[in-house]
């Protein structure tokens, strides 16, 4: 009985030892060591990168990536050469003795270059009704369409732009608080803000056809397209992409800037590449490259709300929509009396 009660003893010693081994943190074995400690660094930036090894483990092999690209070791360096920007994982999957770890390292990959300024010239001023609490405008070939905010005045309007003319309108539900517009393939796209739903309207008829949820993204503000994905912003450094089809979050990208990740995109529109954006209380409006993320430029709208008339409503600059044929953007902000169509140009 001695015997086998020793045995007993001894293989659950050697049971718990080996459950030990297998639960080691990969932390505790090896650590990501970059240049100076630094967590910023911009795209395509080569940074000196070294493995830990805290242990003293025979490593044989060492492969670095972010977001599944890999990237590849020269000389102890890597070059941060990914196609989206912002917070990101860098991994490094590490083969040592008989196994294999990955371990991790937040850094932040930001926009190479400073964005550009750029200012506006005033070409033409309609009228725009005071009362529009302004959150989301579009054009569909030479009509505009507008989407409002607050409860209980959150509407769907199609405007002839040249006179203010409404020539459809549809209310929410006073439960509802309307959120930004985008038009594809004959249907209108219609967020709300922290209802966590969207609509869908038939085009022509503004004959409302589904709802849908959202996914990870947090509130909903901004919506445009690129004629193939639908861009979502909700009040964070991400812009959402949306399938079309199941109005499902299939990836986003992080706003920024060569010095920070930036999170007041509001408004947005699309055109050839780029994602137009109204900041949030401010009187500017941020150009950001579709793919990576990069605030590429920022548009200086100062004064514009001066040209407006004061009243206590009056609110800050927000709804942009840009006009394929005449080449021109038009904005507008929470109840302005007029419409502006404005060229946009490079700062001297």
């Known amino acids: 009985m001695n015997v086998l009660k020793f045995m007993t003893i001894n293989s659950f010693c050697l ?165 930004g517009i985008t038009i594809l393939n004959g249907k209108i796209y219609q967020l709300t803000w922290r209802a966590r739903t969207g609509f869908i309207y038939d085009l022509k008829s503004l004959k409302k056809l589904d709802n849908f949820q959202y996914g990870k993204s947090k509130e909903g503000w901004g919506l445009t397209n690129d004629g193939k994905k639908i861009f979502k912003s909700d009040g964070t450094e991400k812009i959402w992409f949306l399938d079309p089809e199941t109005l499902t979050e299939i990836g986003n990208i992080e706003t920024v800037t060569d010095k920070s990740v930036f999170n007041m995109a509001n408004e947005l529109e699309y055109v050839d590449g780029k994602i137009y954006a109204n900041v949030y209380q401010k009187e500017s409006m941020m150009i950001i490259d579709a793919q990576s993320g990069a605030i590429e430029g920022v548009v200086n709208f100062g004064g514009l ?16 929509a840009y006009h394929p044929k ?23």
């Not at 001066?306 to 709804?319: F, I, P």
């Not at 005449?326 to 001297?348: M, P, S, Y």
């Open 305 to 320: 709300k001066k040209k407006v008339t004061q009243h206590e409503k009056l609110n800050v600059l927000n709804g942009v």
């Open 15 to 179: 049971l718990f030892l080996a459950c030990g081994t297998g639960n080691t943190k990969p932390s505790s074995l090896f650590a990501i060591e970059l240049e100076g400690n630094k967590s910023k660094f911009q795209k395509n930036q080569t940074v000196t990168i070294a493995l830990k090894n805290k242990k003293e483990k025979t490593i044989n092999r060492v492969t670095y990536s972010i977001d599944g690209k890999e990237m590849p070791l020269t000389n102890n360096t890597i070059t941060l050469d990914i196609p989206t920007l912002g917070n990101k994982l860098l991994k490094a999957n590490v083969d040592y003795d008989e196994s294999s770890v990955e371990i991790t390292k937040k850094i932040r990959v930001l926009a190479s270059e400073a964005p550009e300024i750029y200012t506006y010239k005033i070409i033409n001023e309609y009228p725009h009704d005071i009362e529009a609490y302004t959150q989301g405008l579009e054009f569909h070939n030479d009509t505009l369409y507008e989407s409002t905010g607050q409860k209980g005045t959150s509407w769907l309007r199609k405007i002839d732009f040249k006179t203010g003319e409404i020539l459809h309108q549809i209310d929410l539900d006073d439960t509802y608080f309307g959120e």
């Open 326 to 348: 005449r080449n021109t953007f038009f904005v507008t902000g929470k109840n302005w009396d007029k419409l502006f169509e404005v060229q946009i140009v490079k700062k001297q």
